[in-house]
């Protein structure tokens, strides 16, 4: 039978004020938390974080810490051996000027000094209950701060994590299967991050056409040249994920003629023929389709790479040929 208790949760607290540390450390060691691991500096913190922690508190003025940065480091799994670490960030009032950059740096909520030890206790008690879905994009992840859904697609970048802490205090007698549900979070936010990479790229095809459309007179270059260039940057990053790999080289095939359209509109001083912006939607739409497990799914995405490039040399040898004439 499980019992609510807190004594396997890991917690590190990062605090250069000694009597609020203090302060903390009694309020929840009545919970049952045990031997926090207390940090003054950021250097110190990250060697903390080498271990598995499932609760930080952090001071965003710790010396030698740039806080936005060290957060993402951890979300990014380039910090710690956890991305989905609660983290309740602690701060001052004189640091209210920063607060929007705090509470969108991906931590899991902020308390404003000074706060009773024992009410922060029972904030901490309140992720026991649940948490927020991460929103997983390839500059940010952390807990989504919506409160509605956006109609631009973008809410399909959400995903549920794993919330250890909650396992441990309520869950305790299943600790066995934590290792497993780590596991299956790494595995969801990854291809979370895949997903948001290829809905990004097809988000700005339509925007291009939505352009190519409303400006066929007297196109806006400003906006047409800066959708290009996320464009090719964004095709960058999925075709250095996939090509290549086993298993999804052939989204990057079909991602790699998207490129190579992209970067042709981005050189050329004329506007794209209706052809080729239908050609680049159709490609938007295979390269979802590609990233879909199917059995012909390769075979189909390497035919409609052999397509385009036909298309592309054929319609490069025409140019040669009438500026010869």
Known sequence: M??????????????????????????????GIRDPLVCRTAEALRMAMAMPVDLL????DLPGLDFQAVVQDIRHSRLGTSPFVIV???????TLADLPRVITSGIDYIVLKPMPADQLARRVD??????????VTADFIGPSRRARRRDDGSDDDVVQVPNT??????????LALLDKLLEFGHGQLGKKRSETRLNAVTRLVRRLI????QHKDSPNAADWQRGVGLLVEKIGEVVAEHMGSPATDHVGEIAARVG????RWGEANARPTEVEVALLAQLADALLGASVTDGDAADIAREIAAMVDRFLAKDEGEAEDGGTK
């Open 126 to 135: 309140g992720f026991t209950r649940g948490r927020k879905p991460f929103v």
């Open 57 to 60: 508190l952090c001071d965003v």
């Open 210 to 213: 939505e352009l190519h459309q």
């Open 165 to 174: 802490l909650r396992v441990k205090v309520l869950f305790n007698d299943r």
């Open 260 to 263: 190579q359209i992209a970067r």
């Open 2 to 31: 499980p019992t609510f208790t807190y004594r396997d949760v890991r917690m590190v607290l990062a605090e250069p004020d000694q009597i609020f540390a203090d302060n903390v450390i009694d309020a929840l060691s009545s919970r």
């Open 88 to 94: 309740i960030a602690t701060a001052r009032p004189s």
